[in-house]
């Protein structure tokens, strides 16, 4: 039953991959194109390469019999996972700006910049151990609270301006979902395992995410 699962798994993986993928040619090579749209698009190609280091081991295991050899690859696989989606949810907050040219936005760009950075260096620690099968919870917590708060300045921004452009209207309800699945995996999956599914629909609302940027 396992490893039913775990094929199913890497089916969607591969669909997801794909549609992500899909969206980023049409932002990037649609035929209305604006610098917010442009963006958009690098956005999807920084989420598709980044998901792709993480996600091709698990395919890749999920069809092997030795799946351990691919652990090292998974463990480093989730470090760069976690530095693009933090590059990933830096570019959706400028396309929020360009959309919505709010003003008085500037101290907020900062703390945004901060965040990110300091997510990306706590990323970078030994101390997160990303090589072992089960890595410290703690070290998971610590490295996702500049992490959170940036994901919540940015919901925050497309929820203030939610009437501003139709299409980005519930932007700010799919980054909050994303949270919501992603948060119980940080906190719970290293003890129970099949709470890791929750990353099924986090990447369901991240494709919801780059579908209501091809309005821009």
């Known amino acids: 039953m396992k490893r039913v699962f775990l094929s199913l798994e890497a089916v969607f993986n591969v669909l997801y991959i794909t549609f992500a993928l899909i969206f980023s040619f049409m932002l990037l090579f649609g035929k209305m194109q604006s610098p917010a749209r442009m963006l958009a698009g690098a956005m999807a190609l920084v989420l598709v390469g980044g998901d792709a280091f993480h996600l091709l081991p698990r395919i890749l295991a999920a069809y092997s019999a030795e799946s351990e050899k691919y652990r090292n690859m998974l463990g480093r696989g989730k470090q760069i996972t976690s530095i693009t989606m933090t590059v990933f949810y830096l570019l959706l907050f400028y396309i929020g700006v360009l959309s919505f040219l709010p003003q008085g936005i500037r101290g907020w760009t900062i703390i945004v910049y901060v965040l990110a950075a300091v997510r990306i260096i706590l990323c ?52 909050c979902l994303s949270f919501l699945f992603y948060l119980p995996v940080v906190l719970w999956a290293n003890k129970y395992a099949k709470i890791g599914m929750l990353m099924l629909p986090k990447s369901c609302a991240y494709l919801w995410m780059l579908a209501m940027c091809l309005s821009l």
Do not use: S
């Open 124 to 175: 970078l620690l030994p101390q997160n151990k990303w090589l072992l099968q089960y890595p410290p919870v703690k070290w998971g917590v610590i490295r996702n609270i500049p992490f959170v708060l940036q994901g919540a300045i940015v919901a925050g921004l497309f929820f203030i301006n939610k009437g501003a452009v139709q299409g980005l209207a519930l932007m700010w309800l799919a980054i």
